[in-house]
């Protein structure tokens, strides 16, 4: 019987590219299943054999330690020198898209709270 293992809704190419080798390297039999057409669908990967559950989970979990702290030393040494993107400075490159943005949160928020406002009168 099959078993669950990982999720891969809403996981990087690279991370599940990453589990696959794992499990492949590792001799673990597993399979697929894909989001659908429509993408309402688990897509997942599963285990063939139950019996190698612990020792895929083992080595899924040191996988994710790993990259945590690889990716969040990327980032930290990337936010030192400067390059991470604010809302700032994407705001500097781009003021006229800013604006129209803000325009439009405004009049959304205005169509939304003014017959309420209206209301009370």
């Given at each position: 019987?099959?078993?669950?293992?990982?999720?891969?809704?809403?996981?990087?190419?690279?991370?599940?590219d990453?589990?696959?080798k794992?499990?492949?390297?590792?001799e673990?039999?597993?399979?697929?299943?894909?989001?659908?057409?429509?993408?309402?669908?688990?897509?997942?990967i599963?285990?063939?054999n139950?019996?190698?559950?612990?020792?895929?989970?083992?080595?899924?979990h040191?996988?994710?330690?790993?990259?945590?702290?690889?990716?969040r030393?990327?980032?930290?040494?990337?936010?030192q020198?400067?390059?991470?993107?604010?809302l700032?400075?994407?705001?500097?490159?781009?003021p006229?898209?800013?604006?129209?943005y803000?325009?439009?949160i405004l009049?959304?928020?205005?169509?939304?709270?003014?017959p309420?406002?209206?209301?009370?009168?």
């Amino acid at each position: 019987m099959s078993e669950f293992l990982f999720k891969l809704n809403g996981v990087p190419d690279d991370e599940a590219d990453d589990i696959r080798k794992i499990l492949e390297d590792n001799e673990i039999d597993f399979y697929e299943t894909s989001a659908g057409r429509w993408g309402i669908s688990s897509a997942a990967i599963w285990l063939k054999n139950k019996d190698q559950l612990q020792q895929a989970s083992v080595l899924i979990h040191e996988y994710q330690q790993s990259r945590h702290i690889r990716l969040r030393k990327e980032f930290e040494s990337l936010r030192q020198a400067g390059r991470i993107e604010t809302l700032f400075s994407r705001a500097c490159r781009h003021p006229v898209q800013f604006l129209l943005y803000i325009a439009l949160i405004l009049a959304i928020l205005y169509i939304s709270i003014k017959p309420f406002i209206a209301f009370g009168k």
